[in-house]
Every structure is written in structure tokens, then in C-alpha cells.
């Protein structure tokens, strides 16, 4: 089945940055979009960023200018640069990878995607 691997997450203090990176080795399952979902405490599951192979991205609005998702060339590792961090932003992210039929509000739902990370802490800190 293969292995999302995530890396880059750690504890910042609000306004700084980070940048998380996931590696699909050896992954065998179809899949066209790559994304970073996160989960705050006591919170559900919640879409943070998408891109499609096509480059095409996809953000959650609240995210919007501060967060950036990227591929490498070989499509094969997903990044997400994120500045101007919050407290808010504290959460444990995952990347997550899976073929989907259409792009839009599908790839910021986490039950669009077959495919995930152990996840990664991120916290922000006042």
C-alpha cells in the first residue's frame, strides 16, 4: 500500500514558521491530490490544503496567505510552508493522498482521502 511520512512539525511561538513535508515511498495506490489535513484538540478532522498533480492547490479560506502547499517535481513529497502561525493553528496534521473524481470542496474533506500519515505535532504557542 505504500507510506505517507511526515516530517517538520515542532513547537513555535506564534508569528513564526514552519514547513512540513510528506514523502509518499513506495506508494502504490492510485491517487491525483496530496493534502494536508489537521486536527486540533477535542476538534474534528479538518481539510487544511490540497494540491492536485496538475499543481492545481485548494485552501481552507481561514488559511488563505498564510499557508502554501507545494510538490516536488517527481510529485512524490507534498509540502506545506506555513507563516504568521497561531495559536490556533495547534494541532497534530496529516498528509493525506487519494484519487479523486473532482476537484473543489472534495479535496478539503478528509473522507475524500484513502490514504494517510502517522501525522505530525505543530504547536503555537502565545
Known amino acids: 500500500q505504500g507510506h505517507l511520512v511526515e516530517s517538520g512539525g515542532g513547537s513555535v511561538q506564534a508569528g513564526g514558521s514552519l514547513r512540513l513535508s510528506c514523502v509518499a515511498s513506495e506508494y502504490t495506490l492510485s491517487r491525483n491530490v496530496m493534502s494536508w489535513v489537521r486536527q486540533a484538540p477535542a476538534k474534528d478532522r479538518e481539510g487544511a490544503a490540497a494540491?492536485?498533480?496538475?499543481?492545481?492547490?485548494i485552501y481552507d479560506d481561514a488559511l488563505k496567505g498564510r499557508f502554501t502547499i507545494s510538490q516536488d517535481r517527481d510529485k512524490n513529497k507534498a509540502n506545506l510552508q506555513m507563516n504568521s502561525l497561531k495559536p490556533e493553528d495547534t494541532a497534530t496534521y496529516y498528509c493525506?493522498?487519494?484519487?479523486?473524481?473532482?476537484?473543489?470542496?472534495?479535496?478539503?474533506?478528509?473522507?475524500?482521502?484513502?490514504?494517510w500519515g502517522q501525522g505530525t505535532q505543530v504547536t503555537v504557542s502565545s
Open positions: 493525506a493522498a487519494g484519487l479523486l473524481w473532482e476537484w473543489g470542496s472534495l479535496a478539503m474533506r478528509p473522507d475524500a482521502y484513502n490514504g
Open positions: 494540491i492536485r498533480l496538475n499543481g492545481s492547490t
